[in-house]
């Protein structure tokens, strides 16, 4: 397949205007979309804080990196990419004096509350279609044919399930709401308090907001679909999906023209789309391709980090240091990013003879936003330079487009009436009072621009999220990183048919260890928990965790871990359509972490087996005064209490929606020897379905 450099149609697209650092307002939306009129203003007292925006105030929000410069009118387009927003309409054209870019258009006790209640119960079936390639086809059509094709089946009685799930947690909310507005009327100190808090909290996630980065987020076009018709260009044409009749991986855009995505089971594609070609992914190929592709893009930044076998999040403050020292100003090292970016996907479309696209922005969150906008072979830069040009272009966000939200807290938002990210904003005292912390947290810095999925933030203070100054917690829910926007977890997961035996299980178990450890090892990270994932036949989702007291790499300790997650579900193979093992609470692995374990881990092991065997002499009563003699072992070496140990704490948690309950279950004894494993890799190649890190439930369609 040929890659023409610099062809694509815009998609989903970015909302507003923005301005430039001269004080210009650069349009980011075409001259045929027309503004929305202004909200009505209620007529509800508000309280103020220092970050809160005054009803009705006009606050300076030019784009600019100093003060000084407050002149300038409407000035050139400043969209080189076209990046022209598809989701939200113009905020205003004017040069340095707009309305408050988050209005409180809604009072803290405004009716906005009481519209929640008459809200309709959330959809059982959901077509994302904000996807590239899908903003054509109509929504509510595929959405009706999608429900008509899996009525009856066990997807649609568990999708039936879980939105009446999430529509007692909505009833739940609200009544919680209600709690709130008879706080703020009747303890109006309670609620100044309150005030304060998220105040501060605000003012710790401001204290990190920096305009010193540019990030970039390149994203292979169709990867999977595009090796492929590399391969054979026969298919350039026509509608292909890669994967099985079970699921779809990913889709060329011929076929999303249909309405076919990633996420889908293969037949109901072939009903959408009868000529549709579906075939398994070429795993050797992509690799190939990912290795080129990564490999053009370390020659800008060698510590780019990769998200996936077609994706990197780069930054290119050390390029930019080192090849153009003479750009000063943040347009200068924008506009200097944009030609560099350029040349990187020209390069890796030479390469590969595949496409790219890219999102350039301040930060990480916002430049993977950017590439879905020009997708696909194209890109974005996102030029925000202040506070108020962040939040002025968040602000009509819809929420479903931040990465890390998917339907179902997009449903819960959209039960309180909350749609997009400026209404995120508005609401965030009465959000704070009703969500969790964690959930709360992501909410209010993904609305504020200064935290995301690929974001981390400092602390906030220890009084209001329960954390110590000195430490970094991530601005989602996962574990703690190092690294601005590194991985939380490594996995992979397969859909297959029904297996014919236990030992199936444990080989498609073992091949998904195998894949994720080499992707720990491959990226230089040590894990501290292992997750084994089971969707049923049902498509009830359950997932076991097991935590080890020490990051490790160790393939053998990660295998024991695993073992110890399989043994109560062996037996149960049947029942099981998807089995993924996840590598969570990662961490850097340092030069201190290099020395090789062969020792420590013969060591380990010998220690684990003699005090077994000294514990069941104690419960039998044998040798008790020579166990006493020896009771100095535990303590003789003080490397032992932190080398390679692995806990007893197993969790199994049932998956179905934000905050889903978590049910302990007792720790098992590990597994004592591995099963034979015959045939496997040829067992394996006949059961596998799906293919890579295609894991987001959320997202995922499936018609049983």
Not at 299 to 316: K, N, S, T
Not at 452 to 459: C, I, Q
Not at 545 to 567: F, G, M, W
Request: charged share 25%; hydrophobic share 35%; aromatic share 6%.
């Amino acid at each position: 397949m040929s890659a023409e450099y610099g062809r694509g149609s815009p998609t989903c697209t970015p909302p507003a205007d923005v301005g430039t650092e001269d004080g210009h307002q650069h349009s980011l939306t075409p001259a045929s979309v027309s503004p929305t009129p202004a909200a009505t203003r209620a007529s509800t007292p508000v309280w103020s804080s220092a970050l809160t925006p005054v009803r009705g105030a006009q606050v300076r929000s030019g784009n600019r990196e100093n003060s000084g410069n407050r002149g300038g009118g409407p000035g050139p387009p400043c969209d080189r990419y076209n990046c022209a927003p598809c989701s939200a309409p113009v905020s205003g054209n004017s040069a340095s004096l707009v309305t408050a870019s988050y209005p409180l258009s809604h009072g803290f006790l405004d009716s906005d509350t009481a519209s929640t209640s008459a809200t309709t119960a959330p959809k059982v079936v959901y077509f994302h279609n904000t996807k590239a390639g899908l903003q054509a086809v109509d929504k509510e059509k595929r959405e009706a044919l999608i429900k008509e094709l899996s009525k009856n089946s066990s997807f649609y009685a568990n999708e039936e399930r879980k939105a009446q799930r999430r529509q007692r947690q909505i009833e739940g909310l609200l009544v919680k709401t209600r709690q709130y507005e008879a706080s703020v009327r009747g303890h109006p100190n309670v609620f100044r308090q309150l005030q304060r808090r998220v105040a501060e909290l605000e003012a710790s996630f401001e204290a990190h907001r920096s305009f010193d980065c540019i990030y970039v987020h390149m994203d292979m076009d169709m990867f999977y679909a595009a090796v492929e018709m590399k391969k054979n260009p026969q298919y350039t044409e026509m509608p292909l999906g890669i994967g099985s009749m079970s699921m779809l991986s990913t889709t060329n855009y011929v076929a999303r023209k249909y309405g076919v995505q990633s996420g889908m089971p293969g037949f109901i594609g072939m009903r959408l789309c009868p000529q549709l070609v579906i075939v398994p992914t070429d795993f050797a190929a992509c690799r190939v391709e990912s290795g080129k592709f990564k490999g053009v893009v370390r020659e800008y930044d060698p510590g780019a980090q990769e998200l996936g076998m077609d994706e990197v999040m780069m930054c290119l403050n050390g390029y930019l240091a080192q090849h153009h020292k003479d750009a000063t100003t943040h347009a200068e090292r924008f506009d200097i990013a944009e030609r560099v970016i350029e040349e990187c996907r020209r390069r890796v479309a030479e390469a590969t003879g595949l496409t790219a696209s890219a999102g350039i922005a301040p930060t990480p969150t916002l430049a993977k936003m950017a590439s879905n906008y020009k997708k696909p072979n194209g890109q974005c830069s996102v030029r925000l330079f202040s506070r108020e040009a962040v939040m002025s272009y968040l602000a009509r966000i819809p929420v479903r487009q931040v990465p890390g939200i998917g339907k179902s807290r997009e449903s819960l938002l959209a039960g309180l009436g909350i749609h997009t990210l400026g209404e995120v904003y508005e609401q965030r005292h009465r959000l704070y009072y009703i969500l969790t912390q964690k959930t709360y947290t992501f909410l209010l810095a993904s609305a504020m621009g200064v935290g995301g999925m690929y974001d981390s933030l400092e602390a906030a203070p220890s009084s209001l999220v329960g954390a110590s100054a000195d430490k970094k917690v991530a601005a989602v829910d996962g574990e703690l990183s190092e690294d601005d926007w590194g991985r939380k977890s490594v996995g992979h997961e397969r859909t297959f048919y029904t297996l014919k035996n236990r030992v199936d299980l444990q080989v498609i178990a073992y091949e998904n260890l195998r894949r994720s450890h080499e992707t720990l090892a491959a990226e230089g990270l040590l894990s501290s928990q292992v997750v084994l994932k089971l969707k049923h036949r049902s498509f009830h989702v359950k997932q076991h965790s097991k935590s080890l007291n020490v990051y490790t790499d160790d393939h053998e300790v990660l295998r024991r871990a695993l073992n110890e997650l399989l043994l109560p579900v062996l037996d149960d193979f049947a029942e099981f359509r998807l089995l993924g093992v996840r590598l969570e609470k990662l961490r850097r692995r340092h030069q201190s972490d290099g020395a090789s374990t062969a020792a420590t881990l013969s060591h380990f092991f010998g220690r684990q087996r003699l005090l077994a065997q000294r514990k069941r002499h104690r419960d039998t009563g044998v040798g008790g005064a020579e166990d006493d003699s020896d009771a100095d072992l535990g303590d003789s070496d003080g490397e032992d209490s932190t080398v390679l140990v692995i806990s007893s704490e197993s969790r199994s948690t049932e998956v179905e929606e934000v905050n889903g309950p978590v049910a302990s279950s007792p720790a098992v004894s590990p597994l004592p020897a591995c099963c034979a494993i015959t045939a496997a890799k040829e067992q394996q190649r006949m059961h596998e379905e799906v293919v890579g890190d295609i894991s987001a439930d959320d997202d995922v369609v499936i018609v049983e």
